[in-house]
């Protein structure tokens, strides 16, 4: 891979030098059938393809195989004739990729002609003749859609737990239980660039640039149960969770791609579905505006559809849009994990409570009535709490920060205990001043993002995020005793943080992987 990058940086090199005419894409989807067709109509050309001259491996395989394999480290290049034997040098014999790797090198597969269509042939037999639109345009189909009823998930006998009841079951539910028994697996240190691994805050960030401050941050939201409820929100939600999960570690967000999970597109209903979960996606990407001019949104630079996904016996999967995005950091030591840094910080709350329950996990465990809405996404709302945060840990006043997920407002603060650690710091908030004017509001998901904030850099968060227009309520302060204490409107809960953790780290999930 390193000597083909090099080899790659070389003849570019000249391309630019001699200001050649080239064509230069990677092989992905669709393999050289794809990238050819593709290559051929951005310039206006066929392209006549010999598929004995690919280097493949074994020899034997069929021209469908070799037509539209998909690997990595493989590109095709449109060179000019005069230009030919200067690529195929640099590849062949100065880098001598033939003998690095068995099957390596460049090879004359084809070339271009004056007539728009796209031939392959194999033995010496054309098994391709069409136009070049043919291959590029795709299948287009007129979609019948018909919006059905919204759809849930919660729990057929309903009870109302205490709060303390609540925060531990919700801790120890598939949905929010601490995932790490799995993602633990996976090598997070590779070539030493991980600066915040996964889950340690509501993105990872790494360093790619050797020598340079700067850092990238991925972050990703989702959640098919509000999806259920409904499609436009459990888009635009998705979109807003991983812009935030990006900003909680002082990222800047730029650019989002999805990941949309739904079932036959066929079906009116799940059509409709899909098209209000695209709908919901682009108003978010449009609304949040965090650079300035006319493109301030945040471009979707790619993405996937997977359709069809049924049960055994028919039932569509619930609506399930994945959005990642991606940020950057200027200097990464900005960077925070979510966990309370240190006892007797102030606790802010960046937002506001509501009690919007519909497509919680509050009400898939422990169902509800007469709070059947779910919360709407104001992105004029999201954007001020964004910028107000990204100014934040720009200054260097914040020193955690995480985003009010699934589960709500206590499992949020629970989760920045866990990861205190060694310290393990508990916090004393009233949730009363923050707007719960009911226990369900500490429920409610959504609201907003919980900040620590050092004392000496109070007053000026407070200064900054009133210019603007961010809401933002004092929620409490960071302690030194190990346990979460919440005034609520009728009661106060107070629980150990041992308790805490063992229901978010020894509950069902993690029992089923031990």
């Known amino acids: 891979k390193r000597v083909l990058a090099e080899a790659t940086r070389v003849v570019l090199a000249e391309v630019k030098r001699k200001r050649v005419p080239i064509g230069f894409k990677d092989l992905g989807a669709g393999g050289i059938s794809c990238a050819v067709s593709e290559m051929a109509e951005a310039g206006g050309v066929g392209a006549d393809i010999d598929l004995d001259a690919v280097n493949k491996f074994p020899d034997n395989l069929s021209a469908q195989v070799i037509a539209c394999s998909e690997t990595q480290e493989r590109y095709v290049m449109f060179v000019p004739d005069h230009f030919t034997e200067f690529v195929l040098n640099v590849y062949n014999r100065e880098f001598d990729l033939p003998h690095i790797y068995s099957g390596a090198g460049a090879y004359v597969i084809g070339h271009t002609t004056d007539e728009k269509r796209f031939k392959l042939s194999r033995n010496r037999e054309l098994v391709c003749d069409a136009g070049i639109d043919a291959i590029t345009t795709g299948i287009e189909y007129t979609r019948e859609k018909r919006k059905g009823k919204p759809r849930s998930v919660a729990a057929k006998n309903g009870r109302s737990p205490s709060p303390r009841q609540a925060l531990l079951s919700l801790l120890g539910s598939f949905n929010i239980a601490d995932k790490a028994i799995l993602y633990q697996h996976y090598d997070s240190e590779v070539q030493a660039r991980a600066v915040i691994r996964p889950g340690e805050a509501d993105a990872a960030v790494a360093m790619f640039m050797p020598g340079e401050p700067v850092g990238v941050a991925l972050g990703i939201g989702g959640n098919s149960m509000l999806g259920l409820v409904d499609p436009y929100l459990g888009g635009a939600w998705a979109v807003v969770e991983a812009v935030r999960n990006v900003a909680c570690v002082g990222a800047l967000p730029l650019a989002v791609t999805d990941c949309l999970n739904f079932g036959d597109p066929e079906d009116p209903e799940v059509f409709s579905e899909f098209c209000e979960a695209v709908r919901g996606i682009g108003d978010a990407c449009r609304g949040l505006v965090l650079r300035d001019g006319p493109d301030g949104g945040i471009p979707v630079v790619s993405g996937n559809v ?79 709490i964004l910028k107000t945060l990204l100014a934040g840990f720009e200054k260097r006043m914040v020193t955690a920060a995480h985003d009010i997920g699934h589960g709500g407002l206590l499992v949020t603060l629970s989760e920045m205990m866990f990861e205190s650690t060694p310290n393990d710091i508990g916090c004393d908030i009233n949730a009363v001043s923050a707007g719960a004017s009911t226990d369900v509001h500490v429920f409610s998901e959504y609201g907003g993002i919980v900040v620590e904030i050092p004392d000496s850099t109070f007053q000026a968060f407070k200064e900054m995020a009133n210019k603007n227009g961010a809401p933002w309520h004092f929620l409490g302060r960071t302690t030194s005793e190990s346990k979460l204490t919440v005034g609520l409107t009728d009661d106060e809960l107070d629980v150990p943080l041992s308790e805490l953790r063992a229901a978010a780290f020894e509950g069902k999930f993690n029992q089923l992987f031990a």
Do not use: W
């Not at 979510?338 to 006892?343: A, I, W």
């Not at 007469?370 to 992105?379: M, T």
């Open 306 to 384: 997977s359709f069809y996904n049924q049960s055994e016996k028919g039932a569509p999967i619930a609506p399930t849009p994945i959005v990642a995005c991606a940020g950057r950091l200027e200097d990464a030591s900005v960077a925070q994990t979510m966990g309370f840094k240190k006892s007797e910080s102030t606790i802010v709350l960046l937002g506001t409570l509501h009690d919007l329950m519909a497509g919680s996990e509050y009400v898939k465990q422990f169902g509800m009535t007469g709070r059947d809405k779910a919360p709407r996404a104001a992105f004029e709302f999201e954007t001020a």
